[in-house]
């Protein structure tokens, strides 16, 4: 079995973010990097796949250099090598251009599964598996809760408004993974050793063939304007000292909902 | 006049909430039509024209039931190269993302998600998605060929039927599913036991953090929210937790909800959850953390012990009711 797991490292999200008004940007600079939390359940659900069936676990990742820490952190849970795709070019790729440097990069290797966050932590948008899984000819599996692997076939428990649909699919497939599918593991020290002797090819434009068809040459889109959005007008805040919950109560009554 | 497309999720036949919501901003922006597959969806018919759509797009196939994305996606490109939209809009939820993403792969186009409006804007279009919790609104402009492809987050737009609606054209489409490719099949459903109102429709909810301290100490929320009719909801942490289900959830993640009055029980209020209940039009906090920025939103903010505070609001509540 083999599992390829997309990864991105985000700014701490944690620390507050905001967008530089030049570059409308996210403002990278000074904000700590991590692992996309999400994306650890990911790697996570990789690793209990090749755990159980075996086979290897290969990290893959767009973005600066300084990417690599995120997947040396994957590796250090257990993945067993690592892809970084990496070029000034590439910067600021919208999800398309990311989704073809992804799919472009993993061209000739067969892997039996594709597992990824359901959304980045920061961008959110969520497109990049779905539009992988189209660029590659694909089933996807979104939204999974739990996920099971026999006979060829990946099973899923998928998030749904008021519960959950079972779906299935034949391998190879794609898979987004929700946070709540597993508990991630931390990685132990010894892992941490090894994990700086793993292999982690990197890749540029030039080595995808993409000319054009990724990073700047090919936005689909344009942010114009930032601007705060009308915030809510402060209200009143006060402390508990017993009659917290007479307060609440007389601020229902007055909205009329009691 | 400006060809706006609108993704009709339908569930037997209904349209979803969001659908009416995505007619209400589409047929402010040209002329709409709507696509609505699987099942019985020309029952949809009616309601789609009350809301806007001047022509409908029927598919009855159980695929588009039963597979996930694929067949919708392929007919779609069909349609899409026949009748040239200017714009597609989706609703953000589970089949409307992967749709439209894998739309977007598929066509080339501009993408873009979780989209709270949609405005015209130098003979194309301006497309504004909040972030940071909502705090900061980002106005993108496509770039790519038409169509633009746009999720747009439940909840941000009133649904309210048209002024004036006329029966719209149908066009029942037959064309054969490709059944041919691997797909992702859905096996079978099972819904998650709810009581009381659904977050999305209830007028109060009661939502709980960590702060909460113990699974078991929704009890006590499922009890204040029996006393108020009110939905219970949690917050991302609870739910990653185990605390809750998924269905709990509000945020960005999950649902986007507007009661008339939200009440956030050990909440902190990161941006995660608060772009999911910041359009509440009254918001109550308690939270022992003075610091918690859920306080900065909050209309009405009670600091101290959660649990005390609750357990007394239980009884304030049940004895004016009483009265």
């Known amino acids: 079995m083999n599992v390829l797991v997309c990864v991105k490292q985000i700014p701490d999200p944690n620390v507050p973010g905001r967008l530089d008004p030049q570059t409308k940007r996210l403002v990278r600079e000074g904000v700590d990097a991590v692992l996309d939390p999400g994306d650890e359940h990911a790697v996570e659900a990789g690793l209990q796949v090749i755990e159980k069936e075996g086979g290897e676990a290969t990290i893959i990742s767009m973005g600066p250099p300084r990417a690599m820490d995120a997947i040396r952190r994957a590796l250090a849970m257990g993945g067993n090598r690592g892809i970084l795709i990496t070029d000034p070019g590439l910067e600021n790729s919208d999800a398309l251009s990311t989704a073809r440097a992804i799919a472009a990069a993993i061209k000739g290797q067969s892997y039996d599964l594709i597992i990824c966050g359901t959304e980045s932590t920061d961008g959110s948008s969520g ?18 809760k739990k996920l099971e692997v026999t006979d060829g076939k990946a099973r899923i428990d998928r998030q749904t ?30 892992g941490i050793m090894q994990a700086k002797n793993k292999e982690v090819k990197q890749v540029g434009l030039q080595d995808l063939g993409l000319d054009g068809q990724a990073g700047k040459a090919a936005l689909t889109e344009e942010v114009v304007e930032i601007k705060p959005a009308e915030a809510r ?5 006060v402390e508990d000292k017993g009659e917290g919950a007479k307060r609440v109560a007389d601020y229902l009554a007055d909205l009329k909902v009691i | 006049m400006a060809g706006i497309w609108v993704f009709a999720e339908t569930v037997d036949g209904t349209p979803t909430p969001v659908v009416l919501e995505l007619l209400t901003k589409a047929r402010s922006l040209g002329e709409v039509t709507a696509v609505a597959l699987g099942p019985s969806a020309s029952k949809s018919v009616e309601t789609l024209g009350k809301y806007g759509a001047k022509k409908v797009y029927v598919h009855e196939d159980p695929a588009f039931r039963d597979i996930l994305a694929t067949p919708a996606v392929d007919l779609l490109a069909r349609l899409i190269e026949k009748g040239q939209p200017d714009l597609v809009i989706f609703g953000m939820t589970y089949d409307g993302r992967d749709v439209a993403s ?16 949609v405005r015209k804007k130098d003979g194309g279009w301006a497309i504004v998605t909040p972030v940071f919790g909502g705090s900061l609104l ?18 941000a737009v009133a649904a309210e039927p ?25 096996l079978r459903r099972e819904k998650e036991k ?19 301290g113990a699974p078991e100490n929704f009890k006590m929320l499922d009890e204040l929210a029996a006393e108020l009719g009110a939905a219970v909801g949690a917050s991302r942490a609870v ?25 956030a029980l050990g909440i902190s209020g990161a941006m995660q959850h608060t772009v999911g209940m910041k359009g509440a039009k009254a918001i109550i906090a308690i939270n022992k953390d003075p610091e918690a920025p859920i306080f900065k939103l909050a209309d009405l903010g009670v600091i101290g012990d959660v649990h005390k505070i609750v357990l007394q609001l239980i009884q304030e509540v049940r004895s004016r009711k009483g009265k």
């Open chain 2, 194 to 212: 709810a009581s009381g109102p659904k977050l999305e429709d209830a007028s109060i909810i009661v939502s709980g953090g960590r702060g909460l």
């Open chain 1, 127 to 144: 497109a990049v598996p779905a539009q992988l899984a189209e660029l590659l000819g694909l089933p996807l599996l979104s939204f999974a």
């Open chain 2, 138 to 155: 980002v106005t993108t402009v496509p770039k790519a060929k038409a169509p633009t492809l746009v999720l747009i987050r439940p909840k």
């Open chain 2, 239 to 263: 739910v990653d937790a185990g605390w809750k289900p998924y269905s709990f959830q509000i945020g960005q993640t999950g649902k986007t909800v507007k009661p008339t009055v939200y009440i």
């Open chain 1, 233 to 237: 007008k402060a209200g009143e805040i």
């Open chain 2, 102 to 117: 894998r739309l977007s792969a598929r066509l080339s186009t501009a993408l873009i998600a979780n989209a709270s409006d």
């Open chain 2, 162 to 186: 048209a002024a004036s609606a006329t029966a719209p054209e149908v066009e029942t489409l037959t064309d054969p599913v490709d059944t041919g490719k691997p797909v992702a099949r859905v």
């Open chain 1, 161 to 190: 408004d008021d519960g959950y649909d079972v779906v299935e699919a034949p391998l190879p497939a794609v898979v987004t993974v929700t946070g709540g599918i597993n508990d991630a593991r931390y990685p132990a020290l010894r």
